[in-house]
Every structure is written in structure tokens, then in C-alpha cells.
């Protein structure tokens, strides 16, 4: 078990490390950490051994070739990324490649993980639709059973995972209670040195129209945090989707209580001091191929596969500090990487795609 965790020192190491990286403004600062704008996301695949050691593999192949945003979940693939994801950390470790601390490692909780439910503590009522829940009791139980998963003894990041699927079945005022008591048990989680920032990752959440109850409202997601761990509270990061075909974060003004003056989410979250995690970045692998015709002319032979075009569009995006993208193999990690020998695209040529 590993007792670091990122630091502002460990990961600006890493950045050093990585000079033609950082010449291309591959890494960000968010929270005081630098982080790569790739990372590594492990949702996808068969449950089966095989896949497991090709995650491995490419965790491990990303790490040496720069990534060091390492995200994952308990229920990805029934604990089987997890434990991926945590054979490849401890290799890198011991063989020198990089340091715990130069890492930034996220996982979730919220869904039931078959062979990972507590035995005791948790009522009928925790549990909505026989499948999420945001009990403490629940919360603690599963980030303890992540961090043996991971061979750590912290993780950097600490999502709710989809908070907003309760929303289907909860009305608004009680789902926010819940996760307000989540959140009380997130900031007992970093006094305890078992996480340093908490936050949510959504999938609709922040894409909802204007208004509707069925989506989250960041403000009053802050509000809960400042009252659970004050105004230095510990809810620092939002996971969403974001890609050429789910541009809602930028686009779809949801966030705010006056339907005249509300901004898009990744607006909302600049305001407040949240950093923002892009996910979805070639949608599962849609985004592949048979991209639009006005996107593709704007590149050069730089970037000549779809998908490097499509990770380079995401992690352009002002206000999104880095791209996940599911690969389970090393030979995927390579190609991708190809975007960190060129810069992002300024604000003025990014925006161009909006016609602005």
C-alpha cells in the first residue's frame, strides 16, 4: 500500500521529466496539481483476464510516456480496473518509472458492485432503484475497498458517481440532502488521509435544459460542500462528458436560478473554483471516424487519424483541464499520444468552430 499521494512537487517533477511535452502545453495546473491534458480512462471491456493485463499494460505505458491522470471506479468492470489500474501503479513505482507522487488517481462510488455490498449498515431505503446509493456508511465502505483494489492508501480524487441518477426517483430536495450527508462524509474521508479532493462524475448531471429538475445545479452542489467542510471545503472537481457530439459544457447556458442570466456549466465551475474533468472524449469510439467535413479541414497532416483530431478539439477547450479516454491497450496510449507533439489549439481557433 502506497501512503503518498499527488503533491504540487511530485507532479511539476513529472512535468520536468517530460520537456517535449510541456514545450507543446500537454500539462495543466488544477488545484495546485499539474495534470496531464490526456488521461487514461478504464470503463470499457470484457471481464476477463486478458483484459485485465492489456489494462495493465497501457496504464503502465501511459504513465512512462507522460499521462499521469489515472481514472477509474469500483464498478468498472466489477473491481477488475481497479485492480488493473493498481498492478500498473505499483509496477511503474518499483521499477523507478515514477513516483506515487508525480500521480493523479481517481475512482467512484455509488453504484452496487456485485460481490461488494456491505453486509450491514445501510437500510431499503439508501438504496434507490435497487442499484446507487449515497449513504456514508456506503461511501466509506466502498473507497475502502477501492484503495485495496488500487494497492494505495489514498486516492486523489473521490467522485459520487452519477449522483443525478436518483434524480429520476427522488425529488430534488432529497436528493440534495443526501448528498450533503455524502459530502459531510467526503471531508471526514480527506481529515481521515484517505482522500485529498472529492467531487461528482455525471453523465447527464450538467446536460439537462435550462431549468429542469432533472439536472444539477453546481452552485448549490458548492453551497453543500462549503457547509460540510467550510470555505476551504474539499469538493474541487466535476467529471462530465465532453466531445465534438456532447458539447453541452460550453454550450447549454443550465447553471444558475435566473432562467435570463444562467451560464454553461464549465462557466459556472471557473467561478467557483472547480476544476473540471472532460470524459467520453471519442464517445466510447464514435468519434473515430467520419468526422465533419469543416472539422477536419482545419487540420493539417499533424493529426492525421479522426481520433487524434477528436482528443485535440476536447482538450482545447478552455476551461476543461484534461481529456479521459478509455484505452486498454498500449498501442491505443501511442497513437493518442501523437496529440502532445502539438500545442492545443488557442482560444481563437478553437472558438472558430463555433462560428465566432
Known sequence: MHPASASPQGTQTLRKRFASLERNQFYRVAQ?????????????????DDT???????VRTAIRQGINVVDTSLNYRHQRSERSVGRAIEAVIQSGDSARNELVVSTK????????IPAAGLEPGDIVANMHCLKP???????????????LQRVDIFYLHNPE????FLEPREVYRRIGEAFDACEAMVAAGKISYYGVATWDGFRRR????????????????????GAQHHFRFVQLPFNLAMPEAISVRNQGDDPNACVPVLEAAH??????????TLMQGRLTKDLPEKFVEKFTESLPTPAQRAIQFARSTPGITTSLIGMS?????????????????????YYSFYGR
Do not use: C, H, W
Not at 435550462?210 to 467542510?229: F, I, N, T, V, Y
Open 32 to 48: 495546485g496539481l499539474t495534470m496531464s491534458s490526456l488521461g487514461i480512462g478504464t470503463y470499457l471491456g470484457p471481464m476477463d
Open 52 to 58: 485485465d493485463r492489456a489494462y495493465t499494460s497501457a
Open 109 to 116: 462510488a455509488g453504484y452496487l458492485v456485485p460481490k461488494a
Open 137 to 151: 456508511a456506503f461511501l466509506k465502505d466502498q473507497l475502502e475497498r477501492s484503495l485495496l483494489n488500487l494497492r
Open 165 to 168: 441518477t436518483q434524480l429520476q
Open 210 to 229: 435550462p431549468g429542469g429538475a432533472d439536472g444539477l445545479q453546481l452552485s448549490r452542489l458548492a453551497a453543500l460542500a462549503k457547509q460540510a467542510g
Open 271 to 280: 467561478a467557483l473554483g472547480i476544476s473540471v474533468i472532460g470524459s467520453a
Open 329 to 349: 491497450k498500449a498501442s491505443r496510449v501511442a497513437e493518442n499520444m501523437a496529440v502532445g507533439k502539438v500545442m492545443p489549439f488557442s482560444e481563437a481557433e
